[in-house]
Protein backbone atom coordinates (compact mmCIF):
# COMPACT_ATOMS: atom_id res chain seq x y z
CA UNK A 1 0.00 0.00 0.00
CA UNK A 2 1.60 3.19 -1.07
CA UNK A 3 1.27 5.84 1.64
CA UNK A 4 2.57 9.35 1.66
CA UNK A 5 3.39 11.40 4.84
CA UNK A 6 4.00 15.00 4.84
CA UNK A 7 5.30 17.00 8.09
CA UNK A 8 7.45 20.05 8.76
CA UNK A 9 4.98 23.04 7.91
CA UNK A 10 4.47 25.27 10.87
CA UNK A 11 4.07 29.11 11.21
CA UNK A 12 6.64 31.58 10.65
CA UNK A 13 7.35 35.10 9.98
CA UNK A 14 8.27 36.83 6.88
CA UNK A 15 11.76 36.30 5.49
CA UNK A 16 11.78 32.82 7.16
CA UNK A 17 12.36 29.44 5.96
CA UNK A 18 11.08 26.19 6.54
CA UNK A 19 11.50 22.57 4.77
CA UNK A 20 8.61 20.29 4.42
CA UNK A 21 9.12 16.36 4.49
CA UNK A 22 7.42 14.03 2.14
CA UNK A 23 8.11 10.43 3.69
CA UNK A 24 6.89 7.85 0.98
CA UNK A 25 6.42 4.15 1.92
CA UNK A 26 4.61 0.74 -0.05
CA UNK A 27 6.95 2.08 -3.09
CA UNK A 28 10.38 3.03 -4.27
CA UNK A 29 10.15 6.99 -4.57
CA UNK A 30 12.68 6.98 -7.59
CA UNK A 31 10.56 4.79 -9.69
CA UNK A 32 7.65 7.79 -9.64
CA UNK A 33 7.29 11.29 -10.82
CA UNK A 34 6.70 13.27 -7.24
CA UNK A 35 5.29 16.92 -6.82
CA UNK A 36 4.36 19.24 -4.55
CA UNK A 37 0.98 21.14 -4.29
CA UNK A 38 -0.21 24.04 -2.15
CA UNK A 39 -3.27 25.35 -1.64
CA UNK A 40 -4.03 28.64 -0.16
CA UNK A 41 -7.62 29.48 1.64
CA UNK A 42 -10.14 29.51 -0.79
CA UNK A 43 -8.12 29.28 -3.75
CA UNK A 44 -7.48 25.87 -6.08
CA UNK A 45 -4.77 23.64 -5.30
CA UNK A 46 -1.63 24.12 -7.59
CA UNK A 47 1.45 22.97 -8.39
CA UNK A 48 4.53 24.15 -6.86
CA UNK A 49 7.51 22.00 -8.12
CA UNK A 50 8.08 18.61 -9.44
CA UNK A 51 10.19 16.03 -10.15
CA UNK A 52 10.02 13.22 -12.46
CA UNK A 53 11.67 9.25 -12.27
CA UNK A 54 14.58 9.99 -13.69
CA UNK A 55 15.27 13.55 -11.53
CA UNK A 56 14.10 15.73 -13.69
CA UNK A 57 12.77 18.81 -11.90
CA UNK A 58 10.29 21.25 -12.89
CA UNK A 59 9.79 24.36 -10.61
CA UNK A 60 6.79 26.70 -10.50
CA UNK A 61 7.71 28.94 -7.61
CA UNK A 62 11.14 29.99 -6.17
CA UNK A 63 11.31 26.74 -3.75
CA UNK A 64 13.72 23.55 -4.33
CA UNK A 65 12.95 19.95 -4.32
CA UNK A 66 15.64 17.56 -3.31
CA UNK A 67 15.43 13.32 -2.67
CA UNK A 68 16.57 11.49 -0.08
CA UNK A 69 16.35 8.13 -1.52
CA UNK A 70 17.96 5.85 1.56
CA UNK A 71 15.13 7.45 3.27
CA UNK A 72 12.70 7.43 0.09
CA UNK A 73 11.78 10.87 1.00
CA UNK A 74 10.92 14.11 -0.83
CA UNK A 75 11.93 17.34 0.64
CA UNK A 76 10.80 20.95 -0.21
CA UNK A 77 13.09 23.86 0.89
CA UNK A 78 11.63 27.42 1.18
CA UNK A 79 13.29 30.64 1.69
CA UNK A 80 12.17 33.94 2.09
CA UNK A 81 9.10 32.88 2.80
CA UNK A 82 5.85 35.75 1.94
CA UNK A 83 2.46 35.81 3.08
CA UNK A 84 1.22 34.47 -0.30
CA UNK A 85 3.07 31.28 -0.03
CA UNK A 86 0.34 30.56 3.35
CA UNK A 87 -1.55 27.26 2.41
CA UNK A 88 -1.02 23.77 3.00
CA UNK A 89 1.38 21.88 1.12
CA UNK A 90 0.71 18.41 -0.48
CA UNK A 91 2.56 15.68 -1.30
CA UNK A 92 1.55 13.89 -4.88
CA UNK A 93 2.88 10.48 -6.58
CA UNK A 94 2.10 9.41 -9.78
CA UNK A 95 3.15 6.06 -10.99
CA UNK A 96 4.22 5.06 -14.64
CA UNK A 97 1.15 3.32 -15.19
CA UNK A 98 -0.96 6.62 -13.45
CA UNK A 99 -1.93 5.45 -10.50
CA UNK A 100 -1.89 8.75 -8.32
CA UNK A 101 -1.55 9.00 -4.03
CA UNK A 102 -1.69 12.00 -2.24
CA UNK A 103 -0.71 12.62 1.16
CA UNK A 104 -2.52 14.53 3.68
CA UNK A 105 -1.24 17.87 3.80
CA UNK A 106 1.21 20.16 6.32
CA UNK A 107 -0.31 23.53 6.97
CA UNK A 108 2.26 26.54 6.21
CA UNK A 109 1.79 29.81 7.78
CA UNK A 110 3.62 32.93 7.00
CA UNK A 111 2.75 35.71 9.40
CA UNK A 112 4.29 38.27 11.61
Known amino acids: QVRLVESGGDLVQPGGSLRLSCAVS????????MAWHRQAPGQAREVVAQ???SGTPTYWTRFTLSRDMDKNTLYLEMNNLKPEDTGVYYC??????????WGQGTQVTVSS
Open 92 to 101: RLTTTGGDDY
Open 51 to 53: VTY
Open 26 to 33: GIIMSSAT
